[in-house]
């Protein structure tokens, strides 16, 4: 039986390390949450080098179906369809404001004000994250973090809705996740066989 690949995306904030819980903890599935390559994350730029880089990464992965989780997939999903015969896509959604205010809840934690939205040429950003900076769009147009992060709920889904690959991308509603009928649905789509397929609630990650 020939490799399934899985990519799920998703803003951020909005259920991905549910469904990645979900999805790996089903038999023969090895699904990660932001797997930790060496090459580090994907930028939100498209990079060519980290993208054939992250490709051999993820044919590494051992099991009938494998994959990873991350918001910064976005941008090389068209890629990695045209270099894995089985890719399939799932895309995970939250309502705007409920994924604004649970960014704004994680990025203004310990009393360290991270804006990954807005670039360092802007005076009123007040600390640099080396490492998760690059792999949000810079939205200097914006007045405000909040503004920023509502514009980029709206970039991400218009970009998702206008990807072009091979097999339909599954979309899923957060709130839906935990119902039966609709991991079901998850289950079908992904061609997980019956005897492998574990039904149950997951809610990882609140906020």
């Given at each position: 039986m020939s490799k399934k690949y899985v990519i799920i995306i998703g803003t951020g904030r909005c259920g991905t390390v549910s469904i990645a819980k979900l999805i790996d903890g089903c038999k023969n599935c090895c699904v990660y949450h932001e797997?930790?390559?060496?090459?580090?994350i994907l930028?939100?730029?498209?990079?060519?080098?980290?993208a054939r880089?992250?490709?051999?990464?993820l044919q590494s992965f051992q099991g009938q179906l494998v994959g990873?989780?991350?918001?910064?997939y976005l941008n090389y999903i068209e890629f990695f369809d045209n270099h894995l015969d089985n890719l399939k896509v799932v895309h995970i959604w939250?309502?705007?404001?409920?994924?604004?205010?649970?960014?704004?809840?994680k990025t203004e934690k310990d009393g360290i004000l991270r804006n990954h939205w807005h670039s360092s040429k802007r005076k009123d950003k007040i600390y640099k994250d080396s490492i998760?900076?690059?792999?949000?769009?810079?939205?200097?147009?914006?007045?405000?973090?909040?503004?920023?992060?509502?514009?980029y709920w709206e970039l991400y889904m218009n970009r998702?809705?206008?990807?072009?690959?091979?097999?339909?991308?599954?979309?899923?509603?957060?709130?839906?996740?935990?119902?039966?009928?609709?991991?079901?649905e998850l289950f079908d789509y992904l061609e997980i066989p019956e005897r492998d397929r574990v039904y149950r609630f997951v809610w990882e990650n609140k906020g």
């Open positions: 797997y930790k390559a060496p090459q580090g930028p939100w730029n498209f990079n060519i080098n980290k880089q992250r490709l051999k990464e990873d989780t991350a918001f910064y939250r309502d705007k404001e409920e994924v604004v205010e649970s960014f704004i809840r998760w900076d690059i792999a949000f769009p810079d939205l200097d147009y914006t007045a405000t973090k909040r503004e920023a992060i509502a514009e998702v809705r206008n990807l072009k690959t091979k097999n339909e991308i599954f979309w899923v509603y957060v709130y839906d996740l935990n119902k039966e009928e609709k991991q079901k």
